[in-house]
């Protein structure tokens, strides 16, 4: 009888913990694809540009981006590469501030995101720089893929943002 009962205490114990064991993974996981993951993904964004990173700014792209400052009718800054051409510049010689305005996560999976986006244009002198560019609304669109948010559409032109916007529900 006692065999029998440490038997079932012990067989209930490794069921327990592999059970507690799958659980966490399972929550884990979930949890890379919530809002709070997007928005430090969204910081990650922010601090690659201002560390002029080039490469850890672009990892945070989904290959088939779109990355606008203007109406992009002819879709010359589409993909990673022409998002390195037409910005590698200003990635390295400018500072960047997004302050994230709201956030819809899409049925689809995927998260549209209204920010308002500060160009900082140095040089700095006693704390300021020399020129803001304020883009507001501006507004992205990211979403979970290879273990991770990525962004895959952004504008700073404001008609723009506000027509994708309206599209996606944050109006």
């Known amino acids: 009888m006692n065999k029998r009962r440490v038997l079932m205490l012990g067989m209930a114990a490794v069921t327990t913990m592999f059970g507690r064991t799958a659980g966490a993974q399972s929550k884990k996981v979930q949890g890379a694809g919530t809002e709070a993951a997007l928005r430090e993904a969204i910081t990650q964004f922010e601090k690659a ?15 088939d981006v779109w990355f606008t400052q203007t109406q992009d009718y002819y879709e010359r800054m589409k993909g990673k590469q022409a998002v390195k051409t037409t910005f590698e510049y200003d990635v390295k010689n400018t500072d960047l501030k997004w302050d994230v305005k709201r956030v819809r996560m899409m049925p689809d999976g995927t998260a549209s995101v209204e920010l308002r986006q500060v160009g900082l244009i140095p040089p700095k002198t006693d704390g300021k720089y020399k020129r803001e560019d304020v883009s507001d609304p501006s507004f992205s669109r990211w ?5 991770r948010w990525r962004l895959f559409f952004f504008t700073s032109h404001k008609g723009w943002a506000l027509a994708e916007m309206k599209k996606d529900g944050l109006e």
């Open 143 to 147: 979403r979970f893929e290879g273990g």
């Open 49 to 63: 540009w201002n560390r002029h990173d080039v490469n850890a700014w672009l990892a945070l792209m989904a290959d």
